[in-house]
């Protein structure tokens, strides 16, 4: 549009500032590529060990791309990051926690362990279905004509009033999430050796986004859904209650979120009032590198954000003598972030809804 | 009536279960008699007849009746409250369910006979509510007044006891404030009518000839002067911790006067605006601190203009990459930005410089001419100073050239680009200076604390200033300075608010962008661009036309 032919000459006036982002993604490509380097040569790790980072990559990862789904659908539809995300994911997790501690003390989670995670999953999504549609309702939708800071204002007040409010309500400490006797050790899949946690986690997961991904594109409500974030104005003259949708919207991402806690919390073993926020930050990572609005994307995305999670702190950063490298892991998420945020907010997926806005 | 009711009941169980009545509860209004955690609980109530009574249309009477009825289902949900704890025990799930809260919540009867007496009550709060919503604003207002100065009273007992310490006030302090305990019936009643009684004065003869005689610039001086002499004032009659309190707010304000030049009047949204404040804070520590992390051992006036300096590049260097991005992207990335800052300090790989999550240890105080500035009483002067000056740059740079640059890209950033403002130069002298006020802000922070580390800097901080700004009113130097005070100064004068700061701070930028977005203090331009929609019956029109354009192009 006019915009873009606009911006063309002025690019190449900005050439110091294309120097340094230049700069920018030399230095990161360069610490890569020796961190690697070395890290290859000083052969501390077994082949091993690397699929085993993968494999817990993998299963971060599924993790990160159900709450990413819930991020890319309200963007899709709303254009709007829903900063609060994060303690809709928290919300469920936590909660369940007050449904698996009796269960676990009662002896039925390792009697009927399917069950009874079928249960919590239940539990968790209903409440982050809850929290979401909440949310929607008295943050997001008396403001759909605001400019756009204010949403994104309000996002963020609602994110920390529901930290806070779990918080006041559940307490500040850390709960230990009962464990399930099924799925401790390893099995052997195709060979390796693969923690039965992460293997249920990732099964989980792929079970949850293929079902969410049929759903969307087979189901009339999907078919709404996709009208809708294609055109409102539209989708209305069509007969589609833009305003269902949007909730609609809002609880099948909630619920997503919800069954990822409680994936999160096997993985973790704790939960916390503030849990939400990093997994937030870095599915909203995810949901950008696959390409916000994208469902597979979105998908896609948190599995590669995992791997590289996992991978990086051993692959990149091992390899250039820094102390500690896990500490970092976090830093490589954010990098990752910020790169895909500057150099292609497209993502990988290129989608035109974020080329509109770019 | 009855939704507004439940809604309203869900608020009240859900404030009860958090804990934040029990807190309140520490805190007499009317000593042995009333707790400010029983009025917040009676305020519900109350609010919910009001609202129901507002909405409401019909007779005098369908109206009370709306009130009565909402504020009743409040009761009824306190009352359900009560009784569902007699079956199950609660606190194995919310841990602020204690035996003391529902001691309150029942007036100590046994839970069958609780909820009677909680509709009853609840009812006649509505009522009252509902009386309010209908009366004229000439009764409600002189209430309204007369009931938020008792409040006030009773919220800052221990300060109005402080200035109150001489022997000569002590006949006032003893009609006040009961000894060793809360305010006295009589003192509430007094400060109640008294302020009301002030404010019926003040409403009767509004509208009359002008309030005062002196013409608008005598007044402005006057208030000027006023003003000086209370700020100057103020640490020594209230005291260390007083003094305590208002350096923080200097801080805050310090860094709300930058961030303001970037979201208020810029438009650019940064979350990761600690990352500066934490970059001032470490410069000054590592030039001048005696300990192991030191390197210069400098004074702290020489190492203020550098850490300033370094700031800003700081701001230049991070606004660099994020030119291109706009709204809520920009968002994320600048909050992305500030972890990666913080996560570097607290890694081990930095440790050997910058101390690790320990952080830099022993600063001294400054020292000026043989004074050394050592307690807050002192520092506070130092911040007044500092804000002053950064308000002053920040109220010139507004209204220059470069002022109204950042507002027109703030409007849109293609249109000022093709006036011909050149974006990069301007966004990034925004980034910088922005990222020196709160540079300042830091080196203070650092002589104040005597140490710096990385658990001073999280993205809480930033959230903070964020909110402060947005509650005083974006883009308005005297907006950023209330919403400091209300914001920072108020929940650290009020201890047992503590722990339900960041809950009220999420509900109030979320109420303030529901009910009054441009905040308490606005600047002209954004009130009027927030407001257009309830002015201008045409910019109504074209918002929904380049919404519904925005959506199909």
Known sequence: MAAGVLRRPVARRLSFVDAFLWAFRLAVVLVVVWGTVGTLRLGRYTGEQWVDFVVFGLAQGGIYALIALGYTMVYGILRMINFAHGEVFMSGAYTAYFVAAPLAASGFLDRHPILSLLLLVGVAAAVSTGVAVLVERVAYRPLRRAPRLVPLITAIGASFFLQYAFRGLYGSGFKAYPEFQLFKGEWQILGIGVLRTQAVVLASAAVLMFALYQFVMRTKLGKAMRAVSEDKDAAALMGIDVDRIIVLTFAIGGAAAGAAGILYALVFKQVHFFMGFVPGIKAFTAAVLGGIGNIPGAMLGGLFLGVVESVGPALFLDGLGIPAPYQLKDVIAFTMLVMVLIFRPQGILGERLAAKRA | ?553
């Open chain 2, 1 to 553: 009536m009855w939704r507004v009711g439940l809604v309203f009941g869900a608020v009240a169980s859900f404030v009860s279960l958090a804990g934040l009545v029990e807190a309140l509860h520490g805190r007499w209004v009317v000593d042995g008699v009333l707790s400010t955690g029983q009025v917040l609980l009676l305020a519900i109530p109350m609010a919910s007849g009001w609202t129901a009574a507002r909405r409401s249309s019909g007779s005098l009477a369908a109206r009370v009746g709306a009130g009565l009825v909402a504020g009743a289902t409040v009761g009824l949900c306190v009352g359900l409250l009560v009784w569902l704890r007699s079956q199950v025990d609660l606190r194995g799930m919310f841990v602020n369910a204690s035996p003391a809260l529902f001691q309150l919540l029942s007036g100590g009867r046994p839970p069958q006979a609780a909820w009677p007496a909680a509709v009853a009550a609840g009812g006649v709060m509505g009522l009252v509510g509902a009386a309010g919503a209908c009366a004229p604003a000439r009764v409600t207002r002189p209430l309204l007044v007369g009931a938020s100065a008792a409040l006030s009273l009773a919220l800052f007992q221990e300060l109005v006891l402080l200035v109150l310490q001489p022997e000569s006030l002590a006949p006032v302090r003893d009609w006040l404030f009961v000894a060793g305990g809360g305010p006295t019936a009589q003192g509430m009643a007094a400060v109640l009518t008294l302020s009301a009684a002030l404010a019926a004065l003040r409403h009767a003869s509004r509208g009359r000839a002008g309030r005062l005689a002196l013409p608008p610039r005598a007044q402005r001086m006057a208030w000027s002067v006023v003003g000086v002499l209370l700020l100057a004032a103020l640490p020594v009659a209230g005291g260390p911790f007083l003094a305590q309190v208002l350096v923080i707010v200097g801080l805050y304000t310090l860094m709300g006067l930058g961030l303001n030049l970037e979201v208020g009047l810029a438009g650019l949204l940064d979350l990761g605006f600690v990352a500066f404040f934490a970059i001032g804070a470490y410069t000054v520590g590592l030039l001048t601190s005696v300990g192991e992390h030191g390197i210069a051992h400098w004074s702290f006036w020489a190492a203020v203009p550098v850490a300033v300096l370094v700031s800003l590049i700081a701001g230049v260097i991070l606004g660099i990459p994020v030119l291109g991005i706009r709204g809520d992207y920009l968002a994320i990335a600048t909050l992305g930005f500030g972890e990666i800052v913080r996560l570097l300090v607290l890694s081990d790989a930095l440790r050997p410089w910058l101390g690790g999550s320990q952080g830099v240890l022993a600063i001294p105080k400054p020292v000026l001419a043989g004074f050394e500035f050592s307690g807050p009483q002192h520092l506070y002067y130092l911040t007044v100073v500092a804000s002053a000056v950064v308000a002053y740059v920040a109220w010139r740079l507004q209204d220059s050239r470069l002022g109204r640059a950042w507002m027109a890209i703030r409007e849109d950033e293609d249109v000022a680009e093709a006036l011909g403002i050149n974006l990069v130069s301007v966004k990034l002298l925004a980034y910088g200076l922005g990222a020196a006020f709160a540079g300042v802000g830091g080196a203070i922070f650092a002589v104040m604390v005597g140490s710096v580390f990385p658990h001073s800097f999280q993205l809480l901080i930033s959230i903070q200033v964020l909110a402060l700004i947005i509650v005083g009113g974006m883009g308005s130097i005297p907006g950023v300075m209330v919403g400091s005070a209300v914001l920072i100064g108020l929940p650290e004068l009020l201890r047992e608010f503590g722990e339900f700061r960041f809950l009220v701070y999420g509900a109030v930028l979320v109420a303030m962008m529901l009910l009054r977005p441009e905040g308490l203090l606005p600047a002209a331009a954004q009130r009027r661009e927030l407001r257009a929609v309830e002015e201008e019956p045409v910019e109504l029109a074209r918002a929904a036309v380049g919404a519904a354009t925005e959506g199909g192009g």
